[in-house]
């Protein structure tokens, strides 16, 4: 906690200010935010490999197809130039996307709603192929879920906890229209999704081809952090197979029951988001602070 009390002393504030001001005119930079934190942990460690540029020589993880949909690399790079200014040198675009999760997703709560680790150092390589064989698909069934979780040293409560990050944001439909359209069985829809919900998609996602029409994930509130992701789980609406696939295991399933409590889910995401964020970091001498977040120190 506060790794940067002595080396730049307001640097948190620095953060949460322009965070908060650009979710105050853009409320779906909280899913962004979240879901490039996550990206970025699950590719070498929490390193901001994710923020980094492809070059001639080299496809960046930025390349890889989950995430082509990453966005706020921009308000990143604005929070960077403005604590170079403070502080030239001294604190890392990993801090800054982990601090970013945090703060947009609190603005709703206009106070912080996890502790956020600091002293991340920025990683030196970012792989395409790295992102491709690292990130969880949304068409993993459970086992292929829990293994990529294990991978990371996360477990099966974590997995549950973090996938409730999923009551915000919106998916796109061919990550999931498969569901509608051709899912091995009979009539192509898949029997583990809600008939009158898959109705509804079918009217938003008109064909196997369509992947540019988005649908929130949490129709019932789209931009509010809270635990209702579970209580659409539980009516068989969880929009992608790898949100289904958590009621296909019992300890999951148990998970799943224990966050319909609101109180439960807020703590246990404290817990598991900053399990997360400590994913094979960079500390001490380790990677190298970024000047600039998108290019590594010449």
């Not at 990206?39 to 989950?66: M, Q």
């Not at 150092?121 to 459970?142: K, M, Q, Y």
């Not at 029409?213 to 019932?220: L, N």
Request: hydrophobic share 40%.
């Amino acid at each position: 906690m506060h790794f940067y009390e002595e080396s730049c002393p307001h640097a948190e504030e620095i953060v949460q200010e322009i965070i908060w001001n650009r979710v105050a005119s853009n409320s779906t930079l909280p899913a962004k935010f979240l879901r490039m934190h996550f990206h970025d942990c699950f590719v070498r460690g929490c390193d901001a490999s994710v923020l980094i540029d492809s070059t001639p020589d080299n496809l960046a993880e930025k390349a890889a197809i989950p995430n082509l949909s990453l966005a706020g690399f921009d308000i990143i790079d604005e929070v960077k130039t403005e604590l170079e200014n403070t502080c030239p040198g001294v604190v890392s675009c990993a801090d800054i996307v982990a601090l970013a999760a945090r703060d947009s997703v609190s603005y709703q709560f206009q106070m912080p709603i996890w502790d956020v680790l600091t002293g991340r150092r920025d990683g030196t390589v970012s792989h395409e192929s790295e992102a491709l064989a690292n990130i969880p698909s949304p068409f993993f069934n459970f086992t292929t879920l829990k293994q990529s979780f294990a991978n990371k040293s996360l477990t099966v409560h974590d997995l549950v906890v973090l996938s409730g990050g999923h009551t915000i944001g919106v998916g796109h439909c061919n990550f999931f229209s498969n569901r509608l359209y051709n899912f091995p069985g009979k009539n192509d829809e898949d029997p583990s999704l809600n008939s009158t919900y898959a109705a509804f998609l079918k009217t938003q996602c008109k064909s196997l081809s369509d992947n540019v029409t988005i649908v929130p994930m949490d129709p019932g509130s789209p931009l509010s952090f809270d635990n209702n992701y579970y209580n659409i789980l539980k009516q068989n609406e969880g929009l992608f197979q790898s949100d289904a696939a958590l009621l296909t295991d019992s300890e999951a399933t148990y998970n799943v029951n224990e966050l319909l409590n609101s109180q439960n889910f807020f703590m246990e995401f404290a817990q598991s988001i900053m399990r997360m964020g400590a994913i094979e970091v960079l500390t001490g001498t380790s990677g190298e602070i970024r000047k600039n977040c998108s290019v590594v120190n010449p």
